[in-house]
């Protein structure tokens, strides 16, 4: 094992400079550039920076970003890059780890320092505050990692290379099924804002039951009392279990309020079966007769929520804004056709989340592998 800085070239915070997504110039890196584990180039800042500006700065092949501020789950997330964008300034708030080529393979130590394994080594060096946590480079570079030959760094890494595209793959795969259901939306029920086959418009209000007056919000100290099976859900989704539910059967579910209803990185709207209990950060829908769930879920997905939004700092969907959304009728058996296709769709994508973790699992122990020296 050999401290991370034997093989370090460079190690570095990037470029201090005030960002703005209204900026022209070169791209440069945020926080939120490697969220994913990869280099998202539409997640960049602008500063008016040009190359002349930004000499020294610029990402070259093979350099590797770090987070070393951020939440604590997602502290210590890297990410590799490989010339996209092709031209990347390397901003504040993610390290930036150029290696030595003449003792260590890019690829390599990036799957390495992604492992399981070298992050369990973070929280020793790790600094908690009230909303994030962090970590220094004199502190970083101490860190230890396997440095095998750099002739089997390279075969370990292409290994790694070979079942991360696996993955890949199948993401891109369950992407493909989300596209598929908004093109056959798109093609049977046509724009609903712009409502180009003419259906009868109602409103939200008109189309299904509200049921908010039900839900009761519990504080994560009571839910820490009553653990148990049923889901308890917030804006965004299942939040915790407890012990007991307040609604049984299909609901349509809506966030209130958060950052999400303008960002929307996940689904505003989202379908709750069984038994489960809800708090008061997620409207409640029930089926009335004239509109589907499933077709209402689709269209609240699908349609620009911004005018019907209040608040900047907190965006908030409250109840009365919520019942105007304007939702087009199609015929219920066209309804019904739809909702056979999500059908169909969902059982395949069920399939592919299940593929997915499975190759998950095996990525990790083949990381974990490489970082006894036995892969």
Request: aromatic share 8%; net charge positive.
């Amino acid at each position: 094992m050999s401290p991370l800085h034997e093989i370090a070239a460079i190690l570095r915070n990037g470029k201090s400079i005030r960002q703005s997504s209204e900026a022209g110039g070169l791209p440069i890196t945020r926080i939120e550039t490697i969220s994913d584990g990869t280099i998202n180039p539409a997640k960049v800042g602008y500063a008016g920076l040009f190359e002349e500006d930004a000499a020294g700065w610029l990402l070259q092949d093979g350099d590797i970003l770090i987070s070393h501020i951020n939440s604590t789950k997602h502290l210590g997330k890297c990410a590799i890059y490989e010339g996209v964008p092709q031209k990347l300034v390397h901003g504040m708030n993610l390290l930036s780890l150029r290696v030595d080529r003449e003792s260590a393979e890019p690829k390599y130590v990036y799957h390495i320092l992604s492992s399981p394994s070298f992050r369990r080594q973070l929280p020793r060096i790790t600094k908690n505050s009230v909303n994030q946590s962090s970590f220094n480079i004199s502190s970083f570079k101490r860190l230890r990692l396997p440095l095998p030959p750099l002739p089997e760094q390279k075969r370990i890494a292409k290994i790694l290379d070979a079942a991360d595209a696996l993955r890949a793959k199948r993401r891109e795969s369950l992407a493909q099924l989300d596209a598929l259901l908004q093109s056959t939306f798109l093609d049977m029920f046509g724009d609903p804002v712009e409502n180009p086959k003419g259906w009868e418009i109602a409103t939200l209000g008109e189309v299904a039951r509200n049921e908010d007056g039900r839900r009761v919000p519990l504080k994560k100290a009571d839910r820490d009392q009553i653990d148990g099976i049923y889901p308890y859900y917030g804006a965004s989704g299942i939040i915790d279990y407890v012990d007991d539910y307040i609604f049984d059967g299909p609901r349509l579910l809506i966030g209130e309020d958060g950052a999400n209803l303008v960002a929307r990185s996940t689904p505003v709207a989202f379908i709750a079966e069984g038994k489960y209990w809800v708090n008061n950060h997620a409207h409640v829908l029930a089926y009335s007769g004239s509109a589907s769930l499933i077709f209402l879920r689709d269209l609240v997905n699908l349609i620009d929520l911004k005018p019907y939004i209040t608040g900047t700092a907190q965006p908030k969907l409250n109840q009365k804004q919520l019942n105007r959304i304007k939702v087009p009728i199609p015929p219920m058996d066209l309804q019904e056709r739809y909702c056979l296709i999500v059908s169909a769709v969902e059982k395949q994508r069920i399939n592919s989340i299940k593929q997915i973790d499975e190759l998950q699992a095996l990525f990790s122990c083949l990381q974990g592998r490489a970082f006894m020296g036995q892969l």
